[in-house]
């Protein structure tokens, strides 16, 4: 296939199992922020640059990586052995042949910006270069390869820690590990890599020796911010990034007009949204794919995850949703749990431990204690007593609940399912309801109260005379 002028690919770094991680999961699918490293890296990738235009290199558990970040429709190419960086690029070549330039990008290196991938495609491009190493200068370089400059941005040498001179140890600038290729001129001299290292491995490394050697320009463009090239390989460090993307997202939101009380005691992931003028309170977790309105108040230890929160609700203390709706100023908590499908409605009230699972609570309806309510459909001013069960299930199968407008529940009722209340029908408390009660009806089914009076001075007049024997 011809080479497309211009053409410029993404190939990601993302085969590793990453063994100082210690676990059976492949590397790119740790999560930080919410979503695995992987991911980041994708998302990180300019616009204007086609998903079939990415490729993604995989290998330790391929077909988990494929099926997690299979949605957002980049290529794979299977590197089944991994002999390295190098060894990466040399199975792309028949991917990568229409291309004409290729940035190099690490799955484990979840912070890189689009702002910086497009500064090096565009300083690679323009300056007509054969490979171009980002580069960066870490409060402590230790452990990387230092980049030795010569005249401007020409990189003359890359020197390994083990390898170097105490005057090169002392240069702060490093090589991030990520690099753009003229792929004409990268697949010319990728076959006279070579593996004569402890690992046996190839390295993209020394491709800058071989391009310089040909008298290619190697060129360097440094980072503006050290910390988006920090990779991961430890636990540690998986903490450290992830820390620091949830820092970044705390900020972006108080840049919104957000208020967040001490930030750093918050967990929020990074697909999160929050309108202006909401408040959120410490120790609050926002997770996936969370959407909150405006003016509304978050309070102390709510977990939301995958929930739509609309503007002016009030959510208090403890409370946690899981996949549901919450709309206009309705009022949740403190402790309630919101279970998947669960929908509550404008100016609605869910209080003091009430549980709901796959339930609408309509406009203005109330159930403010101590309430399960499953499987149900419970219509606009509805108020619904302390203790209410909606029995939704028999062993075998789920029934749904039916509560028209306006009706009152007492407390302490069990709404058998399947099951039927109409609208401004009443339950008496304490009742157990197994059938349909119309519109305007009451349902009762306690037994009548029975009253004897004297009963307990005759029983302590037995007692009293049997002791007394």
Same mark, same amino acid.
Request: proline content about 4%.
């Given at each position: 296939?011809?080479?497309?002028? $211009?053409?410029?690919?993404?190939?990601?770094?993302?085969?590793?199992?990453?063994?100082?991680?210690?676990?059976?999961?492949?590397?790119?699918?740790?999560?930080?922020?919410?979503?695995?490293?992987?991911?980041?890296?994708?998302?990180?990738?300019?616009?204007?640059?086609?998903?079939?235009?990415?490729?993604?290199?995989?290998?330790?558990?391929?077909?988990? *990586?494929?099926?997690?970040?299979?949605?957002?429709?980049?290529?794979?190419?299977?590197?089944?052995?991994?002999? $390295?960086?190098?060894?990466?690029?040399?199975?792309?070549?028949?991917?990568?042949?229409?291309?004409?330039?290729?940035?190099?990008?690490?799955?484990?290196?979840?912070?890189?910006?689009?702002?910086?991938?497009?500064?090096?495609?565009?300083?690679?491009?323009?300056?007509?270069?054969?490979?171009?190493?980002?580069?960066?200068?870490?409060?402590?370089?230790?452990?990387?390869?230092?980049?030795?400059?010569?005249?401007?941005?020409?990189?003359?040498?890359?020197?390994?820690?083990?390898?170097?001179?105490?005057?090169?140890?002392?240069?702060?600038?490093?090589?991030?590990?990520?690099?753009?290729?003229?792929?004409?001129?990268?697949?010319?001299?990728?076959?006279?890599?070579?593996?004569?290292?402890?690992?046996?491995?190839?390295? !993209?490394?020394?491709?800058?020796?071989?391009?310089?050697?040909?008298?290619?320009?190697?060129?360097?463009?440094?980072?503006?911010?050290?910390?988006?090239?920090?990779?991961?390989?430890?636990?540690?460090?998986?903490?450290?990034?992830?820390?620091?993307?949830?820092?970044?997202?705390?900020?972006?939101?108080?840049?919104?007009?957000?208020?967040?009380?001490?930030?750093?005691?918050?967990?929020?992931?990074?697909?999160?949204?929050?309108?202006?003028?909401?408040?959120?309170?410490?120790?609050?977790?926002?997770?996936?794919?969370?959407?909150?309105?405006?003016?509304?108040?978050?309070?102390?230890?709510?977990?939301?995850?995958?929930?739509?929160?609309?503007?002016?609700?009030?959510?208090?203390?403890?409370?946690?949703?899981?996949?549901?709706?919450?709309?206009?100023?309705?009022?949740?908590?403190?402790?309630?749990?919101?279970?998947?499908?669960?929908?509550?409605?404008?100016?609605?009230?869910?209080?003091?431990? *009430?549980?709901?699972?796959?339930?609408?609570?309509?406009? $203005?309806?109330?159930?403010?204690?101590?309430?399960?309510?499953?499987?149900?459909?419970?219509?606009?001013?509805?108020?619904?007593?302390?203790?209410?069960?909606?029995?939704?299930?028999?062993?075998?199968?789920?029934?749904?609940?039916?509560?028209?407008?306006?009706?009152?529940?007492?407390?302490?009722?069990? !709404?058998?399912?399947?099951?039927?209340?109409?609208?401004?029908?009443?339950?008496?408390?304490?009742?157990?309801?197994?059938?349909?009660?119309?519109?305007?009806?009451?349902? !009762?089914?306690?037994?009548?109260?029975?009253?004897?009076?004297?009963?307990?001075?005759?029983?302590?007049?037995?007692?009293?005379?049997?002791?007394?024997?």
């Amino acid at each position: 296939m011809s080479t497309t002028k $211009g053409k410029f690919a993404i190939a990601i770094l993302a085969a590793g199992k990453g063994t100082r991680l210690k676990s059976k999961l492949a590397k790119v699918l740790h999560e930080i922020a919410g979503k695995p490293l992987l991911a980041h890296v994708i998302e990180a990738v300019p616009r204007d640059i086609p998903a079939a235009d990415v490729i993604c290199i995989v290998g330790h558990q391929a077909d988990r *990586v494929r099926e997690c970040v299979g949605s957002y429709g980049v290529q794979f190419v299977e590197q089944t052995e991994q002999r $390295g960086t190098g060894h990466a690029l040399m199975i792309c070549r028949e991917a990568l042949a229409r291309y004409e330039n290729v940035l190099v990008l690490s799955g484990d290196v979840p912070l890189i910006r689009t702002e910086t991938i497009e500064r090096v495609r565009t300083f690679h491009t323009e300056r007509g270069a054969a490979m171009t190493i980002l580069t960066a200068m870490p409060p402590d370089p230790f452990g990387y390869g230092r980049i030795i400059r010569g005249n401007g941005d020409e990189v003359a040498a890359i020197v390994e820690q083990k390898q170097a001179t105490p005057e090169q140890a002392a240069i702060r600038e490093i090589n991030s590990g990520i690099y753009a290729f003229n792929v004409r001129e990268l697949f010319a001299r990728i076959g006279r890599l070579g593996s004569n290292n402890p690992h046996r491995e190839y390295y !993209l490394t020394d491709m800058a020796g071989l391009l310089r050697a040909d008298g290619l320009p190697v060129l360097a463009l440094s980072a503006e911010d050290s910390t988006e090239v920090a990779g991961v390989n430890t636990r540690v460090e998986l903490a450290t990034l992830d820390a620091l993307l949830r820092a970044r997202k705390c900020t972006e939101l108080m840049q919104s007009g957000v208020t967040i009380y001490r930030p750093e005691t918050c967990t929020i992931d990074s697909e999160v949204q929050v309108g202006p003028d909401t408040v959120i309170e410490p120790f609050v977790q926002l997770l996936g794919k969370t959407v909150i309105g405006s003016d509304c108040r978050i309070r102390s230890y709510t977990v939301l995850t995958n929930t739509q929160v609309a503007d002016g609700v009030t959510i208090k203390h403890g409370c946690i949703s899981e996949d549901s709706i919450i709309e206009d100023n309705a009022i949740l908590g403190p402790y309630s749990h919101l279970r998947p499908a669960s929908h509550v409605g404008p100016q609605a009230h869910v209080g003091n431990f *009430v549980e709901m699972k796959k339930t609408r609570l309509g406009r $203005g309806s109330k159930a403010n204690h101590l309430t399960y309510l499953g499987d149900a459909e419970i219509g606009e001013g509805v108020n619904v007593g302390a203790g209410t069960i909606t029995c939704n299930y028999d062993g075998a199968n789920k029934f749904k609940t039916i509560i028209g407008d306006g009706a009152f529940i007492g407390s302490d009722t069990t !709404l058998v399912a399947p099951v039927k209340v109409g609208k401004g029908a009443y339950i008496a408390a304490a009742s157990c309801i197994t059938q349909d009660v119309p519109d305007d009806s009451l349902g !009762l089914t306690r037994p009548p109260q029975i009253t004897k009076e004297g009963w307990v001075t005759k029983k302590r007049e037995k007692l009293k005379a049997k002791r007394g024997c």
